[in-house]
């Protein structure tokens, strides 16, 4: 790295410790000495130490959330620095590592690919943009593997990896946990209450095993809807529902041979977290309810069996997803429509979803102490989403009439919406297909440097069906002043393949030092483009886009000092993206993607733990990364161009994290516990640079949250408080394009809460 970067670096690693911010790894009370953490991030027959794995990789436990009542993807990016989360609604996020990202949330984009990959244990779960919310997974640890994943995790892991683990049944014990929350939320927000409840049961000894959990929630809205008093929906218009459940069995069939099969189904009905720039804070405008609805249901079958030599591990997984994201448009139907004249226009921009999708991973792992080690196996997936989105609009076909001396004008008949006073109609629907072929092997020479290579071929096809109708649908062949025009169809198919290596070395330098270096290759697939009208756009949009890929470079030390009470990672890395996949969005609010330029991400990440005492521990960890264009991109519109150096969007340059415990032992064996931890992340741009447009300012945060605990036999009581400087509050932006609009709309994020835990051990 140049000059330039090393100061930077150097700076970054002052700020961290001047702002004290990181996550103290959890420890156990009554030693002095730091946990030793395992983990199954290299798909390897069994867990191996964290800090043995030559990669940046953070783990967390369930406890770390669970303690503030917490427990999502932006409270686990909370704790995790290299990682930032967007976030517009329940399921609705967006996940950014290490600043590889180029757009925000679009809904109704179904060829945006994600670049980090969101696993529960071997399943693939991960939606651009849509991420699942579940809270009811009983989780034993979260692994968030920072870099490209794309050996062992294929496409979507092009900027990393998020893997949540999950507790097996018990064999043995019957046991079980009932947890409540009660809480209250600030400024608009009001009481929000939450049901937990997990029960395991052997149903016959050390052979069968069956683990219930269930999890329940209402959480008060907190954006007030500047319409107060409508019959039609409350004053807030953000509250959700969560009603979630999990079985999980298992089946020791014989010594070798151990199945494991889960159901989880979530129905999670929310709102929407908008504001308006323009408005009191925490406030929209919206003339109708604006909800976001999501229902799952998620099947996995594993199967692990002992062949002597090697493990054999089956994951067979199915996914079924119905989304439906319906937001207030009176602003854009309006300004697009009738130019901005009053009365506003009740439209409900509606987007909904159904995804089908099915994974099938086969993998042979070596067993045995021997300095050869590998893994090898196939990972087939197919899948269907089909999306559907309208705009229905009160009064639309009659006034549309009037304006446009158009008498009887009906939106279904002349436009071939799906319903009258429908200005936009259309569905977009895929077919996917892909298959991998994979192996890892690492080589242990002189009993202290590890060697690992890494290969994993692919080869994937879409099929993609489009049908537009409605006035906006028809525009590539109307304009909105002459709505006469045929629906817009596009079907294509597109056909990607390639090879993701893989290369490291570790040096251990004693049991405590390990030395690493790697590089490594990520890929992500391309696709095709909605079309354009340009009629009415002014712009010749490609119909496709390729693949884009990128190569990760990256050193490393992982340290245990002072007798076990210590750990110190570092890493830095710089990363070389190109063929980059650029998101253009346009004034008419079509948008499409092209491959256009090169973007560099350099960084540094460090995390360490300190038991203080046997009671009491410390966590520091910060990440700084600079994402910048290394040319400037031509797009062929001028107002999209990408200027040479500049930042890539919505990732924040700084982020850091800090975390500290103490207990203090009371009468008898109980306890009192008290946690706090920080949370900082730096700003972020919407866009790479103002001159492009759609560029608007994501605040810095600072969060704050702190626990009292009270632990008596197999009861706990806890009081927590989260976001309690207010110092977080706006998620996401998306910048303002229309006159009419009381300015950018704001993604606001959970005020001050403050509430009780009750937990119940038996």
């Known amino acids: 790295m140049g000059k330039q970067v090393k100061v930077r670096c150097a700076l970054a690693l002052w700020s961290a410790g001047a702002l004290a911010a990181a996550q103290a790894a959890e420890t156990e009370v009554g030693t002095e000495k730091i946990e030793r953490v395992e983990v199954t991030a ?73 670049l980090v990959a969101v696993y529960i244990d071997d399943m693939p779960v991960t939606l651009k943009s849509s991420n699942p919310d579940l809270k009811v997974l009983d989780l034993e640890r979260i692994e968030v593997l920072q870099g490209p994943q794309g050996t062992l995790f294929g496409a979507g892991a092009m900027a990393g990896a998020v893997r949540q683990i999950t507790q097996k049944p018990d064999l043995g014990d019957l046991f079980g946990t009932v947890e409540a929350v009660g809480s209250n939320t600030s400024g608009f927000g009001g009481a929000n209450r939450n049901l937990r409840g997990m029960l395991n049961l052997p149903l016959k000894a050390d052979v069968l095993g ?37 079985a999980a069995l298992r089946l020791r069939a014989s010594p070798d041979l151990v199945i494991d099969a889960s159901v989880t189904a979530s129905n999670i009905k929310g709102g929407v977290n908008d504001a308006y720039a323009g408005l009191a804070p925490f406030t929209t405008i919206a003339l109708l309810p604006q909800t976001s609805n999501d229902k799952l249901q998620l099947y996995n079958l594993g199967v692990s069996y002992d062949l002597g030599g090697a493990q054999l591990v ?15 448009a009176q602003y854009p ?40 080690k590998w893994t090898a196996g196939a990972f087939f997936e197919t899948g269907k989403r089909n999306t559907r989105q309208d705009e229905p ?141 340009f009629n009415f756009c002014g712009v010749n949009a490609p119909a496709t886009f390729a ?54 991400s350099e960084g540094l990440e460090l995390e360490t733990a300190f038991k203080l005492t046997r009671r009491a521990s410390l966590g520091l960890s910060a990440a700084y990364n600079h994402a910048y264009a290394t040319r400037t991109v031509v797009t062929g519109i001028a107002a999209q161009n990408i200027p040479e150096g500049s930042r890539a969007p919505y990732a924040p340059r700084l982020s850091a994290t800090a975390t500290a415990s103490y207990s203090v032992p009371v009468r008898g064996n109980d306890e009192v516990g008290i946690a706090a ?33 009270y632990k008596t036999g197999a009861y706990e009581f806890g009081l927590f408080g989260t976001n309690l400087t207010n110092g977080a509050k706006i998620s996401d932006v998306t910048p303002n394009t229309i006159a009419i609009q009381p300015g950018d709309t704001l993604f606001m994020v959970r005020p001050r809460t403050l509430g009780l835990r009750v937990k119940a051990r038996f």
């Open 547 to 600: 693949p884009d890929s990128l190569w990760n470079y990256e050193v490393g030390s992982k340290t245990t000092l002072l007798d076990q009470r210590m750990t110190f990672n570092a890493s830095v890395y710089v990363i070389e993206w190109k063929d980059v996949q650029v998101f253009n969005k346009l004034p008419c609010t079509y948008y499409f993607t092209q491959n256009a330029g090169k973007i560099r």
């Open 677 to 709: 931890s920080y949370a900082y992340h730096s700003d972020a741009y919407t866009n790479f640079a103002a001159a492009q447009g759609s560029y608007a300012q994501i605040p810095s945060s600072n969060t704050v949250n702190a626990t009292v605990t």
């Open 210 to 246: 069956l683990r219930l959990t269930a999890y329940t929630g209402n959480d008060s809205g907190y954006i007030r809807n500047q319409l107060i008093g409508s019959s039609t929906f409350g004053s807030t218009t953000n509250d959700v529902s969560t009603n979630q459940g999990r």
């Open 42 to 114: 290299t798909r390897s027959a069994g867990a191996v130490d964290v800090q043995q794995v030559p990669a940046a990789i953070t783990v967390l436990k369930p406890d770390s959330l669970t303690r503030y009542g917490q427990g999502n993807l932006g409270d686990i990016a909370n704790l995790v620095p290299a990682m930032s989360v967007q976030q517009q609604a329940p399921g609705v996020n967006n996940i950014t590592m290490r600043g590889l990202v180029v757009r925000g949330i679009v809904p109704s984009e179904v060829q945006d690919s994600s």
């Open 314 to 328: 089956s994951s067979t997984s199915y996914l079924h997803r119905d989304t439906l994201y319906v937001t207030s």
């Open 393 to 533: 609009t009160t009064g639309f076909d009659e006034r549309f009439a009037a304006t446009h001396n158009f008498p009887g004008y009906n939106s279904q008949t002349n436009d071939l919406a799906f319903n009258p006073n429908d200005f936009f109609s259309g569905t977009q629907n895929t077919k996917s297909r892909q298959l991998a072929l994979f192996a890892e092997g690492t080589y242990t020479v002189w009993d202290k440097l590890d060697l690992t290579a890494g290969l994993r071929l692919f080869k994937g096809t879409q099929d993609f069906d489009l049908r537009f109708t409605g006035l906006f649908g028809n525009l590539v062949g109307a304009t909105p002043s002459a709505p006469v025009g045929q629906p817009e169809l596009s079907n294509s198919s597109a056909t990607s393949q390639g090879a993701n290596p893989r290369f490291a070395a570790a040096y251990h330098v004693d049991a405590d030092h390990t030395l690493y270096a790697s590089v490594g290759k990520g890929f992500r697939y391309g696709g095709n483009n909605q079309p354009v009208p």
């Open 333 to 372: 139907a309006t300004a697009f429509i009738f130019g901005g004249k009053a009365p506003l226009m009740q439209a409900a921009y509606t987007i909904g979803n159904a995804v089908n999708d099915f994974a099938q991973e086969f993998r042979l792992n070596s067993k045995g102490s021997g300095p050869l």
